[in-house]
Structure formats: C-alpha cells, structure tokens
C-alpha cells in the first residue's frame, strides 16, 4: 500500500545553462540539497519546474536526475499532465518507468470539460497509469474549476491519492477537506494559506517558495500536524513576505531569481517566460532575507 503524502513537497525548478539546455548538474546538487534540509517529498516537471516548454526527452531526463539522487529518500511525485487524456496516460507510464512514486495531473487546460469529463479524465489516466494519482485544480492557469464534488467523486476512485488543491476558495477546499475518505491526502497549491488548510485537517502543500526554504517550510508542516500550533504560526509568519513575493509576477520567475540570489543555479527561464523585472528583485530579497534564506 502507498503511503500517504503529507507534508512539504517541493515543486522543484528546472535550471537551465546559458545555452537553454537543463542543468544536470545544477539539478542533481538542488535535489541532494533539498532532500538533506528535510524536505517530505519533491516534485519535478510541474508548472514550477517550466514543465510546458521542455521537450519529451527532456522531461524524462529531470525526473530521471530526480529519482536518480533522491535515492529512494523520498516520494518523487512526477508531473505527467496533459489536455489530451491520451497523452497523459502515456507520460504517466513514462514516469512509473523512470522510478517516479506518485504522479501530479493537472485539470484538462484550454478544452474546459464539463465536470463529467473532468471526472472521466482522471479515471480513464488512474486506471491505466500504475502509480497513485495526484489531481492538481488550479482555475488560474487551466480556465476551469473542480467542484468540491467533482473531487469528492474523484477521491473514491481507485488509484487517485490526493488533490493540490490552488483554487483560492477556503470555503471549496473546506468542504474538501470534511468530507473526504481518510487515505486521501488535501493539499495546498498555495503558500500562504497552507496553515489554514492544516489547521482544517488538511495534510500539508505541494510549495512553491520551499524551493528556497524547504527546512523551515517542512517545519511549519511538521509542527502544525503534531498541534504545536504557535510554532507552526512563528515559522507562517517568517515566511509571509517570501509567500508574498515569490508571486509578485508569474510563477516561476520570482523563485528563479530567488534561486540565483541563493547561489542554487543560473535565472535563466524558457519563452515565453522572461527573467523577474529588476523592479521586483529588490521585494524577493528583501522576504529572503526576512525568511532567514540569505
């Protein structure tokens, strides 16, 4: 049986050499980093990660280096979505090739299926992938939401672990939260309101700014699920400035420049993508700084 995915989990970055080519190195370095500062889980090649302009081959070849240095450390939760059902059934059994533990699926983008078809996406990838499945609603980026109920249909399904849940809506991820079965696993797709949701039973964040702070980020979970409620706020707290910064322009082009400001590898982003306005280095370190990060 699989276990349960609690906690922190990164979204990881991808870095990128001045050529535009991945970074193995770079790579294999940040994963051994993150996994030694505690981390409970990474996931490489989602939006974080740039994910949408790599090529097959290189998408293989991140979760690869993943997999390779976590060394069986921790789960290696491997972004497999597609808007063609297809597509991602196939990508997912890439994944499970490669090592990967999990697999995180985004909501169909731009096709905007009813809730049904939403539902018959993700049941027709659980029964084909072999490996539990992660169900990412994120409206913002995919043009559509899943319902409370349409992720309460989803939860009962064999094969279909959890939700990052990244729709905003506390009242939605509530709802959620009260009623769904005990082995699945709610998860924040957002920073700041991670404590909220734990707070609520929830069972921790797929995190973007633990790229740059995954100790403390894994401790705030930590803390917050053994009841050490006030330290789980002090660590909230540190990080609110990081929280809020790190989406001061479009992820991921905040955290990559956080992660060049660290020493962690070059800002170098894929188009359309560009690097973060000089305008706005100044508020990401400063929240680094804040954070305890530099």
Known sequence: MTTKLTGCGTAIVTPFQKDGTVDEGALRAFVDWQVEEGIHFLVPCGSTGEAATMTLAEHRRVVEITVEQVKGRVPVCAGAGSNDTQKAIDLSREMKELGATHLLHVS???????????????????????????????????????????????AKVDGIAAVKEASGSLAQITDIIRDAPKSFSVLSGDDEITLAMLALGGDGVISVISNATPKKMAALCDAAREGKWDRARELHFELLAWMRAAFVESNPLPVKAAMHMLGKMQNRLRLPLVPLLESNEQAVREALSAAGAL
């Open 108 to 154: 169909p983008m731009y096709n905007k299926p009813p809730q049904r078809g939403i539902v018959a996406h993700f049941k027709a990838i659980a029964e084909q992938a072999g490996l539990p499945i992660v169900v990412y609603n994120v409206p913002g980026r995919t043009g559509s939401n899943i319902e409370a109920k349409t992720t309460l249909e989803l």
